[in-house]
């Protein structure tokens, strides 16, 4: 006997399914992290001869009126270690999601039996007569990622980390220098929140995976100089690379100067 039922009888207990897919789990792969600790490759006379050459610039103003001549003197120099995350990742969803599919019919059908089920369609004035199917669609989604990313989790400039031979004893660089490691969970977590999203219509799950194939913290060393103009008590800081000796640059910084520049010019066009 055919079972009889129509599209109004037909019922699909929406918040049960959400409950369930929101308690499975997803299926983690993740490798063990290897920490790489750069060489210092520049002596710090080198940084110090350096700085001095531009320590004058950095008393400015918007990059283009240097101060007169006065004692600029160098207070401190402090050597740190940049940490960044390099970090190969792959999610992996194969799920199902509700769906409904209208079909119109032809207004002089009274009764539509399809998968030994009965649906009534429904009339509309001035419309074609139609059915309401209710079923499932199963779809798969797969993300592959490679990140550089600095220690709060943002897209690092690759411009900022060259390439160095690395510490033979990368722990004992970390105890010896007070290194402040990552946690050791913040790297794998920055990139979930980047590939890990289920669908909002999402009803079930078949298979979730979150795999994590390369996983390292590159620790690069710098130099930090500040330095003070004897005759305003102004501090300025200035960063350079232990690789490389090139100036570390601020982009936040040269974005305000350069907007900074720009305000003026067009406050002395509009006069």
Sequence with gaps: MMNEATTEQTFTNYAMIAHEHVLSVCKDKIVPRKTVVYETLVDPTVIKVTGERLKRRLFT???????????IELVSMKKYYE?????????????????????????????????????????????????KLEGEERLV?????????????????????????????PEETIAKHGIME?????????????????????SRIVDEVFEIGERVV?????????????YTCQEKSIEFDGVTSKRIRDENHRSRVVRAIKSALNAVIKK
């Design 182 to 202: 990552i946690d050791s969970e913040a790297d794998v977590d920055f990139v979930r929140k980047r590939l890990v999203h289920r669908p909002e219509n999402l």
């Design 141 to 169: 989604v797969e993300k592959k990622a490679f990140f550089m990313l600095a220690k709060n989790g943002q897209e690092a400039n690759l411009e900022t980390l060259p390439s160095a031979p690395s510490e033979k004893n």
């Design 218 to 230: 590159i620790y690069a060393p710098r130099f930090k100089l500040t330095y003070v103009n004897a």
């Design 83 to 131: 940490p960044y995350i390099v970090i190969s990742a792959r999610y992996f969803l194969d799920y199902y999601r509700m769906c409904d599919y209208t079909v119109s019919i032809d207004n002089d059908v009274r009764e539509v039996i399809l998968l030994n089920q009965k649906f009534y369609p429904q009339k509309y004035q001035n419309s074609t007569a139609s059915i």
């Design 61 to 71: 103003k918007f990059g283009i009126l240097r101060p007169k001549p006065v004692p």
